[in-house]
């Protein structure tokens, strides 16, 4: 017996069968949609990526002249020292010109770049100064010579120490505190603050806002800083969580 289909048949066969093609024509265009989005976000990634080397590198530009022009103001300052403000001068000279253009440095260097950067500020203390400076390296810290730590990120917490205390006062003092441990780089520095107005010279705070936005864009979530004053005290803590960062960049790929 022949089965003939009937008008509302043929209308519910054809509209299943545009529903089909309708359905296939939406799943074609989601495929290319999701293509095309994750065309554009590895585009995107790496637009960002370029944007990011292009700041760190402007920030590096203006963070090395400025470091070296008050680096030769310390030893200006006091010329009878020069000897051994020289040799000092070296070992940072040596890290800006060569070290610096490394994407990063162990924190072993850092810290040495640090402490030879410290002494070359003494220079222009008052012997009655109180300056402290304490080194606590943990041991068996792996991760203390392995490269994870951008070149002169310590520089504008240590400057700004000696530029905003009274150094030729005997009741004034700096307390800088570098240290390393469980994959986590410390520097902490503490001064007292000068009574004195300080002077507001053009391109003043090119550092604090270059190790700002370095760490930002660096280290993202993995790290930690903090400024604050307590009474006539200036503190600053930074932590930079090397292990964190460096399981991160493992993961990723990079």
């Given amino acids: ?11 519910v066969l054809t509209g299943f069968i545009l529903l089909i093609f309708t359905l296939a024509y939406l799943i074609v265009r989601l495929i290319k949609s999701e293509k095309k989005k994750v065309s554009i976000e590895a585009k995107y990634n790496e637009l960002e990526l370029k944007i990011n080397n292009l700041q760190l590198e402007t920030l590096e530009s203006k963070l090395n002249p400025h470091l070296f022009k008050n680096v030769l103001n310390s030893i200006q300052s006091h010329a009878y020292q020069t000897y051994f403000a020289l040799d000092k001068l070296a070992n940072v000279l040596d890290y800006i010109l060569y070290e610096s253009r490394r994407k990063f440095v162990t924190s072993r260097e850092e810290v040495e770049f640090a402490l030879s950067l410290i002494e070359i500020n003494k220079i222009k203390l008052s012997p009655l100064f109180d300056l402290k400076v304490k080194s606590k ?5 792996s991760l203390f010579d392995q490269e ?34 469980d994959g986590n780089f410390y520097l ?18 090119i550092g604090t806002q270059a190790l700002d936005q370095r760490l ?37 790929g990079r």
């Fill in 216 to 252: 930002r864009i660096i280290y993202k979530d993995h790290y930690k800083l903090e400024r604050f004053v307590d009474g006539d005290v200036y503190h600053a803590h930074l932590k930079i969580k090397l292990l964190e960062y460096k399981t991160e960049m493992l993961t990723a």
């Fill in 137 to 141: 390296i943990s041991e068996n810290e």
């Fill in 1 to 11: 017996m022949d089965i003939i289909p009937t008008a509302q048949n043929i209308i």
């Fill in 148 to 181: 994870l730590l951008a070149p002169l990120i310590s520089v504008d917490l240590i400057e700004n120490a000696f530029k905003h205390a009274d150094i030729h006062s005997s009741e004034a003092f700096i307390s800088i505190i570098l240290g390393f441990s």
């Fill in 188 to 205: 902490s520095v503490s001064n007292k603050i000068s009574g004195k107005t300080p002077l507001n010279k053009a391109h003043s705070g």
